[in-house]
């Protein structure tokens, strides 16, 4: 199906669909997006969920869409909504099954002409090291009690236990770990799915990258983030595994059926929802950042690994080859946060599905090490092209709650992948870059191409030119391990 109605033009990054295109629309809804990239958003309707989403009860400000909007689950990837923090509803679909996937990058003092002549143990130890691939299984095996910790703690947890440095909490989003969270409001078949996949990647578009900062846009906003021209960097895309995605379906069930018991109109039932304050939205909103906090402590346990990996390769300690987190983003989530928008102010809950945090310089919630300079923004693209280094900007403050793009997005779906493309191609593709692959699944190669992606510079240029984010680096990269 496809988007046939207009966009309104608002500027030259922004089009609207107006209050009313949608019978229960609260609001409008607005697309971050160039004029050329339309048709192809318009292609699998995916405005219509950002349309949809504007029916939210409670909603504030509009419902939004960034650049690399695609079909998703009730929301857009790609969907921003926020609602009122005392009256308003919260939705999984706004947060996805994947909770809290993110993306990690980590920098090192190495230089490219370091690591060519060692690339391929390098890319030999990481694939050995991180496990990837479906239903693959992490390194450590946890028991129940574990867990429930990990459950609460997060990266707090994998930091005590060895796995990381006190000081990467510093720069991971919320110091990596949910308050509120709650064990007891996960089922026991959410922790049974995630006990044996703590600190593995998993498959789909998850990956760990091998980086060379390529180009810098912003040497102020590069030098506070520790990132300088030629230096090697590594980004880890990955999120809570099975355990976050039994967490979804769970209260989706829950909540489809508050939605029918209690008459609230909704255009799609995949929007099921529940007021904050009620139980149901409590015990979600808890689970959810149990949810949140499995990832950042995976994400913390392959950090740790990937400097296992490095000491191995080059024999010298991960604090000598100045292997330091830069910032850790989520971007399946929902956050509790202080806002303005038109016609308003206040606490809100922002629902941020495929979207990441950009906040401004001066907010609070940012480290110290970058409240001047705004918060660093990991924009990934295909396996082919690298990963875009932004920082927060002022207009995300007042045109967007807070946040930005998170990668790419896809041009064509999984199944439209599997019939096009060859595993051959891709590897040729990345052989012919001189990118180092390790991947364990052609099938996942097929679904990954590079040409199921939108392209990475035009995205960029949209949330750039809206004034949501400011370029500082570009990452080009030179090994990848894929699911």
Known sequence: MKWEKAFERVDDHRWRIPKGTVECMRTDAVVFASEGMLPSIASDNAPLQAANVACLPGIVGDSLAMP???????????????????????????????????????????????????????MDALYLNVPSGLGSKGLKKLNDEELSKVLEYGSEWAVRNGYGWDRDLERT???????????????????????????????????????VVDEVFDEGAAKAFGLSEGMVTVTVHCGSRGCGHQIATDYLADMGKYVRDNDVRLPDPQLACAPLSSDIGARYFSAMSCGANYAWANRQMITHWVRESFEKVFSDSAESLGIEMVYD?????????????EGGSGDVLVHRKGATRAFAPGRPELPMAYRDVGQPVIVPGDMSTGTYVLVGAEGAMTQSFGSSCHGAGREMSRKQAVRTIRAGDVKREMRDRSIVLRSGSDASLVEEAPSAYKDLETVVDVVVGAGLTGKVARLTPIGVVKG
């Open 68 to 122: 690399d909007i695609h079909w998703g689950y009730g929301f857009p990837i790609g969907g921003v909504a926020a609602v009122d923090a005392d009256h308003g509803y919260i939705s999984p679909g706004g947060i996805g099954f994947d909770i809290n996937c993110g993306v990690r990058l980590i920098r090192t003092d190495l230089r490219r002409e370091d690591v060519s002549k060692h690339l391929d143990a390098l």
């Open 173 to 211: 989003e919320e110091g990596g770990r949910m308050e509120g969270a709650d064990p007891t409001h996960v089922s026991d078949r959410a922790k049974k799915r995630g006990i044996p996949q703590l600190g593995s990647l998993g498959s789909g578009n998850h990956f760990l990258e091998v980086d």
């Open 329 to 341: 983003v989520a971007h399946n989530i929902a956050k509790k946060e202080r806002h303005a928008w």
